[in-house]
């Protein structure tokens, strides 16, 4: 209802000749509204009208009677028509209205004017009995009422479940209500205050609580739907129903387990407002008999209160005949000896079809025009591949059959295979034996490193003569005790016996032979070779620990002192040696070698002088990933040359000498050096005139003829070369 109203409003909804108002008269508790209807016609004919009208969301009709002697016009009853009520409760509300109007007594006087008031209350629908729904109290009329009230109702169920205390005005429950049944009531009170005849309505609205959960047509379905059915396709899940409003009734519908692969959905639609249509919808993905052959959906139906429903669907999916016969082997081989007997059973072929029922029944056929003088025939159900002719292996040795595999579908499937028939020699052919190297090492190339029993290769004996077969013995040779036979389930394994060394044996050139238990005995062998991969388990050797060279200090650059040779055992880049000079020898700059031949030569001028004995450290290397390492000492000695004149200490010397000194004595000792040698041989190149002086070892000594204030000369120092 709305908070306010105009106090006056006219309208023209009556008739042309019609005038109307409504008023309020008044405003009782939180939610009650009084309302008084007034219609004036413009001439004085006495009859009742109706017409449609609206109060909030709620569709009524008014009833109107008028005044002979005034000609005004009163609506005396207000009925609203609600979705739930049926024909038969519209006309007991006309029938009431018809009873209260009875009710009312109508006079000529002028005061006699019928008031019409509504009251509008509201109750939960869980409420307990007894309890208070309101009072029906107004500005113009107020309990308690006259003697004269006379109350009615429009169902009996209306009058089951409330009453209305006469003396104070109090409406109250007498029995428990239930929206979903009914969800409003109208009591009709008609008295007369003084000498106005005065009609009360009171409208009960019934509030919804969730007290009723969703629910299924039916809480399982089994349907069936064919593993060909197109993307959308719909299967009808009937309707879910909850009689609640609003956020109460249903407000999730979903499938909560079994449809983990998405292969269906669900389609909603909304019915009315308490019932909502489900589809079963197939998804984008195409359904597969062969993947899945029955889907158990559970489907739950949630309110907004949590309360929920749930409905089991069983899904049978239908195979279609989409799926050919495989045969478990795609070509078949088998020996026969010639002298087999007609009729014998030579092989067993097989397929499967993943289909189900007839689209899986399987029947066997060879093709005729692969076999046309039919010396062979198949079991049509059990597979079996008989002789159907006498064999001759000189006339023919070998036969090529298609075999063929149908299902029994309505539009039959077709799967092939091929069989090799070998018609073998009497007493002429041996078991065949085979080696298969395992995906790791193909062509028979086995790394060295290959733990100890690993299986390298699988070896099949196939013996045509069953008998002769039985008790072969598989014996292996030349296999240098690296290796070793293992029986499996089927077959024969070749297996590392102990830890490989290609430095030791790079190749083995072995043979299997398998002898069987026939008369005489035959053999068979199989000769095949092993090659032992290289890994790089070796580190370059040098030569020899230590190198020594001597060269002179003017080698030219580019001249070669010597050469170091490394080797290593291992293979390929393994064994493949660089040579390099390890960073930080001493004076390395002066040197450099060779990567490939190891020769080392000066890369720069020597001195003796500054290093006599260089210390080198060369590296090998190989190329393995990762590399390995070698190293070796270089020792040169740089041999001195006479490159160098001879240093004195200081260029002059500058004595003194008394004029007293005795003949002979030392006036001054002198020293020179080249690369670290000391020489001590001297000569004079002038001489002064008035001195005699001579050398003894490195010391001066004068002789003067005669005196002389001061002298210079020069001493010249020489090596021995």
């Known amino acids: 209802m709305e908070d306010s109203v105009p106090t006056h409003r006219e309208s023209s909804d009556v008739s042309a000749s019609t005038k109307s108002h409504e008023a309020v008269t008044g405003e009782g508790y939180p939610g009650h509204r009084y309302v008084q209807q007034t219609s004036l016609l413009q001439n004085n004919q006495l009859h009742s009208l109706s017409d449609a009208c609206s109060f909030g969301h709620t569709k009524c009709t008014r009833f109107h009677t008028r005044n002979k002697h005034r000609g005004k016009c009163r609506a005396i009853f207000s009925v609203p028509i609600h979705r739930k009520r049926t024909s038969w409760h519209s006309a007991m509300s006309a029938l009431l209205l ?9 006079s000529g006087q002028s005061e006699d004017e019928l008031q019409q008031y509504n009251v509008e209350l509201s109750v939960r629908e869980d409420a307990p009995l007894n309890t208070i729904v309101g009072v029906i109290r107004g500005d113009r009329f107020s309990p308690p ?58 409208e009960i609205r019934v509030l919804d609580i969730n007290d009723v959960k969703p629910t299924f047509m039916k809480p399982s379905q089994d349907v069936s739907i064919s593993e060909s059915a197109p993307k959308d396709h719909k299967i009808p899940l009937g309707s879910v129903r909850d ?82 016969p495989i045969f478990n082997v795609s070509k078949y081989s088998k020996r026969v000896a010639e002298n087999v007997t007609v009729g014998t059973r030579i092989i067993r072929v097989q397929a499967t079809d993943s289909d189900s029922g007839n689209n899986s029944k399987i029947t066997y056929s060879i093709d005729h025009r692969t076999d046309p003088e039919g010396f062979f025939t198949i079991d049509p159900v059990t597979g079996w591949v008989h002789v159907n002719k006498p064999l001759d292996y000189e006339t023919r040795s070998r036969y090529t059959l298609k075999l063929e595999a149908r299902d029994n579908g309505n539009s039959p499937l077709l799967g092939t295979a091929a069989l090799d028939v070998i018609v073998e020699n009497i007493n002429e052919t041996p078991a065949n034996i085979s080696l298969r190297f395992e995906p790791a090492f193909q062509n028979g190339l086995i790394p060295e490193d290959t733990p100890v029993d690993t299986v390298v290769a699988v070896v099949t004996v196939d013996d045509s003569d069953l008998d002769a077969a039985r008790g072969q013995q598989v014996a292996l ?54 090659i032992i991969g290289d890994v790089n388990d070796n580190v370059p050797i040098f030569s020899q620990a230590e190198y020594t060279a001597e060269v002179e200090e003017t080698a030219e650059v580019g001249q070669e002192v010597l050469r170091v040779n490394a080797t290593d055992k291992d293979a390929n880049a393994n064994g493949r040696v660089t040579y390099s000079l390890q960073d930080g020898s001493q004076h390395m700059g002066w040197f450099t070698v060779d990567a490939v031949t190891g020769a080392i030569s000066t890369r720069a001028s020597l001195d003796c002088e500054l290093s006599p004995h260089p210390v080198l450290m060369v590296v090998a ?53 080249v690369c670290s040698i000391e020489y001590n041989m001297y000569c004079l190149m002038r001489l002064a005139l008035l001195l005699d002086v001579r050398f003894v070892s490195n010391i001066v000594f004068v002789f003067p003829s005669l005196f002389v204030s001061s002298e210079t000369f020069t001493i010249l120092s020489s090596s021995p070369a």
């Open 477 to 530: 040779y030349k296999d240098g005790g690296y290796f070793d036979l293992r029986s499996s389930n089927t077959s024969l394994e070749l297996v590392v016996s102990k830890e490989l060394d290609r430095e030791t044996d790079a190749t083995l050139d072995m043979t299997l032979q398998v002898t069987d238990t026939g008369f005489p005995p035959l053999r068979a062998s199989h000769a095949f070779t092993v």
């Open 243 to 324: 009689e609640d409003l609003g956020t109460n009734s249903t407000q999730t519908i979903e499938i909560v387990s079994g449809n983990e692969d998405k292969d269906f959905a669900l389609e909603i639609k909304t019915s009315s407002n308490v019932e909502k249509i489900l589809d079963l919808v197939v998804t984008q993905r195409k359904l597969d008999y062969e993947r899945t052959t029955f889907y158990k959906l559970v489907i739950r139906a949630t309110d907004g209160g949590g309360q929920y429903s749930e409905m089991t669907v069983n899904i049978n999916v239908l195979d279609q005949n989409d799926n050919e």
């Open 621 to 673: 290397i190989d190329g393995g990933d990762p590399p390995r390492v070698g190293t070796a000492q270089v020792s040169i000695s740089v041999r001195d040359v006479n490159d160098k004149e001879p240093e004195f200490e200081t260029s002059f010397y500058s004595i003194k000498v008394a004029e007293n000194r005795r003949v002979g004595d030392c006036i001054l000792t002198v020293s020179t050096r």
């Open 145 to 202: 009422y006259a003697r004269r009230i006379r109350t009615q109702s429009t169902s009996n169920r209306t009058i089951n479940s409330f009453a209305v205390n006469l003396d104070t005005g109090v409406v109250t429950t007498t029995d428990y209500l239930n929206r979903e049944v009914q969800d409003s009531h109208t009591i009709i009170i008609s008295t007369r205050s003084s000498t106005t005849p005065q009609l009360i309505i009171v």
């Open 98 to 106: 018809v009873l209260a109007m009875c009710l009312v007594p109508i």
